[in-house]
């Protein structure tokens, strides 16, 4: 089944500077990868996604970069905000059989220093 | 709310009861997963249905663990003989899918927090 790895597990950025979250996956099937965004005590949200056709999306301060050939994608937030303090957790998941379903990574407590 | 809703949103159980929680998907998504999540870790996936089929189980962490979608719209997820490591948040997703494999994204309930003692 898929394999998701997740990087760093924490990560402190002073406000205004950019953050990088790295992921990496093991089947080579799967094809959308999302991010989602969790703050304490709530419900996982979807923040972006990117399909496998497609190697880089951006939303405003938020981009996700994916490289099919080496199976790892990224999230990139700029001009980072107090308010973007949370856990990120990054997923896989494929077209077909066991991969339909989204495989987590481990999350990565992100904290923006005023 | 046209949200996913769960229900109940925390529970607190003897060790040996049985639990069941249910989740009520947006009304359009054909599409229902559970997901269990402890604390510090990404959600684990349990199991899905698509409408009413239940096209993937064995995930489901053991025996004790069931779930069903009788009607295609909401589930529930049941377990029995409650142990202590059950103890964890239980998340439900929906999302809509079609056969040429396009879908929207998985939209998560709040969750129930489920505390064996």
């Known amino acids: 089944g898929e394999n998701v790895e997740q990087h760093p597990s924490t990560l402190s950025v002073q406000e205004g500077d950019s953050a990088v979250i790295k992921c990496t996956y093991s089947?080579?099937?799967?094809?959308?990868f999302p991010w989602y965004k969790q703050e304490l005590g709530k419900r996982p949200q979807l923040i972006i996604d990117?399909?496998?056709?497609?190697g880089e999306k951006k939303d405003q301060r938020i981009a996700v970069t994916l490289n099919k050939t080496a199976k790892h994608f990224s999230l990139h937030i700029t001009e980072t905000q107090p308010e973007d303090s949370a856990v990120y957790f990054c997923a896989a998941s494929g077209a077909s059989g066991s991969a339909r379903q989204l495989t987590f990574g481990s999350g990565t407590q992100l904290t923006v220093l005023p | 709310d046209t949200g996913v809703s769960q229900n109940p949103r925390h529970k607190i159980t003897k060790r040996g009861q049985n639990v069941t929680f249910r989740c009520d998907p947006i009304?359009?998504?054909?599409?229902l997963y559970w997901y269990r999540q402890t604390l510090g870790q990404g959600p684990e996936f349990l199991t899905y249905?698509?409408?009413?089929?239940?096209?993937?189980k064995s995930r489901l962490l053991s025996d004790r663990f069931s779930a069903e979608r009788p009607k295609g719209s909401f589930s529930t997820l049941e377990i029995q003989r409650t142990e202590q490591g059950d103890s964890a948040m239980y998340l439900c997703?929906?999302?809509?899918?079609?056969?040429?494999?396009?879908?929207?994204?998985?939209?998560f309930g709040q969750g129930t927090r489920l505390t064996v003692v």
């Open positions: 990117i399909r496998s056709n497609v």
């Open positions: 997703a929906s999302s809509k899918w079609s056969h040429r494999g396009m879908r929207t994204e998985a939209f």
């Open positions: 009304s359009e998504h054909n599409r």
């Open positions: 089947d080579s099937a799967s094809n959308y």
């Open positions: 249905f698509q409408n009413e089929a239940q096209l993937e």
